[in-house]
C-alpha cells in the first residue's frame, strides 16, 4: 500500500539498534554470496577468469578515492572530513605507503598482468565501468551521510576477504602470493573504517524517511559490487568478440 506523505512522517524513527539490524539485514544481497566469488572460494576459476577479475577490480579500486573525495566535498563538517580524508591517502598511499591502489598493481603482476595493462583498462568491461562511475556519480550527487551509508558494504567485507585469502594462497599455487598484501592490510584497515562509518550514519540519521533512505543506499551498493560480479563473470565473452574484430 503506498503511503501519503503525511502516514510517512508519522512514522517513527527506529531506535539505534533497530536502525543497525536494518543495516546489517543488506548483508544477505552482499557479493560473498555472487556464484563468482563462490567459484573464486572452491578453487574453480581458471587464470583467465583471475586475471579479469583482478584487471576488472583494479578499476573499483582506482575509483575509491573519487568517491570519497565527493563526499569530502559535499560534507560541511572539518571533524568528519579531517577523518574522511584518511581514506584517500590508504588508497592513493605517500611517500613510505605506497598504497592501496599500488598494492592492487602487485596483486595484478601476481596474477600475471603488468601494470600498463590495468592502467590503460584494456580488460575493463561495460557492465563493471557502468557500476563503478554510478558509485562516483550516488557519491557526488546524493547528501554526504547516504554516500557513507553507501560505503558501510565495508562492514561486511572483512569475513568475505578472510575466506578469499584462505582460497586464493590454497587452491591459486600459481600466484605469487606477496600479491596478497592488499588483502592482508584491508583485513586491518575495513573493521575500523565501516565502524567509524556506521555510528557516523547511526547519529546523523534521526528521522525513519533518512534511516530508511540509508539503508536504501547500503542496498544499492550491494547491486553495484553484484551488477560487477555478474560483468566479470560474463566478461570472457566479450573479450573473445573483441579480439574476433580485431583479427
Ligand atoms: O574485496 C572486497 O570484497 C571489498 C569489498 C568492498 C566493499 O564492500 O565495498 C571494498 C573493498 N573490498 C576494498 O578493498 C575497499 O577498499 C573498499 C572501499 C569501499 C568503500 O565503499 O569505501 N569498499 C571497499
Same mark, same amino acid.
Given at each position: ?97 605506497? &598504497? ?5 598493481? =602487485? #596483486?595484478?603482476? +601476481?596474477?600475471?598482468?603488468? $601494470?600498463?595493462? !590495468? ?59 606477496? &600479491? ?5 592490510? =584491508? #583485513?586491518?584497515? +575495513?573493521?575500523?573504517?565501516? $565502524?567509524?562509518? !556506521? ?49
Amino acid at each position: 500500500m503506498v503511503q501519503t506523505v503525511e502516514q510517512e512522517q508519522k512514522q517513527l524513527p527506529w531506535t539505534k539498534e533497530e536502525f543497525e539490524t536494518a543495516l546489517y539485514a543488506q548483508k544477505s544481497q552482499y557479493h560473498d554470496l555472487h556464484p563468482f566469488h563462490k567459484r573464486m572460494n572452491e578453487g574453480l576459476l581458471t587464470p583467465p577468469e583471475i586475471k579479469l577479475w583482478a584487471a576488472n577490480r583494479f578499476y573499483y579500486q582506482k575509483s575509491i578515492p573519487l568517491k570519497d573525495a565527493a563526499i569530502i566535498s559535499n560534507c560541511p563538517h572539518r571533524e568528519i572530513r579531517r577523518e574522511w580524508i584518511e581514506r584517500i591517502i590508504d588508497h592513493d598511499g605517500r611517500e613510505k605507503d605506497k &598504497g592501496g591502489i599500488e598494492a592492487w598493481l =602487485r #596483486l595484478g603482476e +601476481a596474477v600475471g598482468l603488468p $601494470r600498463a595493462e !590495468l592502467l590503460d583498462e584494456r580488460y575493463v568491461l561495460p557492465g563493471v565501468r557502468y557500476a563503478v562511475d554510478a558509485y562516483v556519480n550516488f557519491c557526488r550527487t546524493q547528501p554526504w551521510i547516504f554516500a557513507i551509508a553507501s560505503s558501510l558494504t565495508e562492514l561486511f567485507c572483512p569475513n568475505a576477504i578472510e575466506v578469499r585469502l584462505a582460497a586464493l594462497e590454497s587452491h591459486y599455487q600459481w600466484i605469487d602470493p606477496a &600479491g596478497f598484501e592488499y588483502f592482508r592490510v =584491508r #583485513l586491518k584497515k +575495513a573493521p575500523r573504517d565501516a $565502524r567509524y562509518a !556506521l555510528n557516523l550514519v547511526l547519529d546523523n540519521c534521526q528521522t525513519r524517511h533518512s534511516q530508511e533512505q540509508a539503508v536504501q543506499a547500503l542496498a544499492f551498493k550491494c547491486d553495484l559490487l553484484w551488477s560487477q560480479l555478474d560483468a566479470i563473470e560474463r566478461g570472457e565473452t566479450r573479450l573473445k568478440v573483441m579480439s574476433n574484430v580485431e583479427t
